[in-house]
T-cell receptor
Framework: NAGVTQTPKFQVLKTGQSMTLQCAQD?????MYWYRQDPGMGLRLIYY???????DKGEVPNGYNVSRLNKREFSLRLESAAPSQTSVYFC???????????????FGNGTRLTVT | AQSVTQLGSHVSVSEGALVLLRCNYS??????LFWYVQYPNQGLQLLLK??????LVKGINGFEAEFKKSETSFHLTKPSAHMSDAAEYFC???????????FGTGTRLKVLA
């Protein structure tokens, strides 16, 4: 079972370059999420998609855009990368339905991004 | 709005000793609470969850947590630490009516031989 798959696993960008992080889940989950993890700061929510066709900002959305391409896929785009976006990015999904909030998140293995 | 505080960014215990990782939450509505574990270079895996069915929740790998509403706490315990428990642990909160899951800053557990 693949679960949540993220690509790429590693990426190095120069300041100002753009890239898209890809995420796909095969669990038929309704909700998908993008988090960033930084030392000492835990996981911070960038964007989430409650269901296909909807997206909403999380705690730290500035500098990012997202697309919920279909029920399986949720991509994160950096239009003009900055060193402050150096981080580990995690995609997650959940079968949360109608905002029930009681289903756990399932995580991918992360994308390690360095912006120089 | 919800928030989570994990006391102690680093905890060290001897192998065989009790593990206690602390989590306090804040929520304006009844919360759902989760503990996750992260091994190096991996994503987060669910250890256990509290969704109001029982206040003492048992999870995988011998971990358990007790929901205490009066103390707004959901501390994670394991009676006897094993070397393989060395990892980073995250507490998270959600609630009915929201799609957001808010995480604490994590506690890195070190197990000493």
């Amino acid at each position: 079972n693949a679960g949540v798959t993220q690509t790429p696993k590693f990426q190095v960008l120069k300041t100002g370059q753009s890239m898209t992080l890809q995420c796909a889940q095969d669990m038929n989950h309704n909700s998908m999420y993008w988090y960033r993890q930084d030392p000492g700061m835990g996981l911070r929510l960038i964007y989430y998609s409650a269901s296909e066709g909807t997206t909403d900002k999380g705690e730290v959305p500035n500098g990012y855009n997202v697309s919920r391409l279909n029920k399986r896929e949720f991509s994160l785009r950096l239009e003009s990368a900055a060193p402050s976006q150096t981080s580990v990015y995690f995609c997650a999904s959940s079968e949360v339905f109608a905002g029930s909030g009681n289903s756990p998140l399932h995580f991918g293995n992360g994308t390690r991004l360095t912006v120089t | 709005a919800q928030s989570v505080t994990q006391l102690g960014s680093h905890v060290s215990v001897s192998e065989g000793a009790l593990v206690l990782l602390r989590c306090n939450y804040s929520s304006s509505v009844p919360p759902y609470l989760f503990w996750y574990v992260q091994y190096p270079n991996q994503g987060l895996q669910l250890l256990l969850k509290y969704t109001s069915a029982a206040t003492l929740v048992k999870g995988i790998n011998g971990f358990e947590a007790e929901f205490k509403k009066s103390e707004t706490s959901f501390h994670l315990t394991k009676p006897s630490a094993h070397m393989s428990d060395a990892a980073e642990y995250f507490c998270a909160v959600s609630a009915s009516g929201t799609y957001k899951y808010i995480f604490g800053t994590g506690t890195r557990l070190k197990v000493l031989a």
